[in-house]
């Protein structure tokens, strides 16, 4: 059983659209939830992070939590080129130790075309 | 802005060698960590250490796998006989303590194995 799955996309929009990208994940012992940004050849960069189902906002970007059906969702507004990237959703739970290891998805490629 | 860095930055190495992956954490961070990702596949957990000793590892790491902490700056991936299928991304991460959203990543180190 996959325990995180994205949509790979690839995904193309205009500038000014508002995207939507989501995953699902299946072990109900996850607790945290991220949203990764990765540039071509280059290391996620940490986006937005949740904790609690509900949403979360920053400045142009929102996340969203719904653990009763164990769904994340990152909306982007105002969509600019710059934004284009991978993204990539990951989760977490305290693995005991000292292990926060994060699992992530497949990663979703967005293109913002100006 | 501290940040992770990787060395090389590409490392192309013939089947059956032994190869070096190096990262220099962020300087007072505690926890590292080591992912991978093959071409058009997932971001995947590998390795979790702190207070010189793994944490926790996953079932990718096996024998030909180790890590090190060798002088308090670096951290090191060795792949003693590599492995065609070891040709990926891998990504060093370190955090300062242990919440789940601050993993730092670096920009990574492309591995191809000929």
């Known amino acids: 059983q996959k325990e995180v799955e994205q949509d790979p996309g690839p995904l193309s929009v205009p500038e000014g659209a508002i995207v939507s990208l989501n995953c699902t994940y299946s072990?109900?012992?996850?607790?945290?939830f991220m949203w990764y940004r990765q540039y071509s050849r280059k290391g996620p960069e940490l986006l937005m992070y949740?904790?609690?189902?509900g949403n979360k906002e920053d400045g142009r970007f929102t996340a969203q939590v719904d653990k009763s059906s164990k769904y994340i969702s990152l909306f982007i507004r105002d969509s600019q080129p710059s934004d284009s990237a991978t993204y990539l959703c990951a989760t977490t739970t305290y693995s005991g130790g000292s292990n926060y290891k994060l699992t992530f998805g497949k990663g979703t490629l967005l293109t913002v075309n100006p | 802005e501290p940040e992770v860095t990787q060395t090389p930055s590409h490392q192309v190495t013939q089947m059956g060698q032994e190869v070096i992956l190096r990262c220099v954490p962020i300087s007072n961070h505690l926890y590292f960590y080591w992912y991978r990702q093959i071409l058009g596949q997932k971001v995947e957990f590998l390795v979790s250490?702190?207070?010189?000793?793994?944490?926790?590892k996953s079932e990718i790491f096996d024998d030909q796998f180790s890590v090190e902490r060798p002088d308090g700056s670096n951290f090191t991936l060795k792949i003693r006989s590599t492995k065609l299928e070891d040709s990926a991304m891998y990504f060093c991460a370190s955090i300062l303590r242990q919440v789940p959203n601050e993993q730092f990543f670096g920009p990574g180190t492309r591995l191809t194995v000929l």
């Open positions: 949740t904790y609690s189902s």
């Open positions: 250490f702190y207070n010189n000793e793994i944490s926790e």
């Open positions: 072990n109900s012992a996850f607790q945290y």
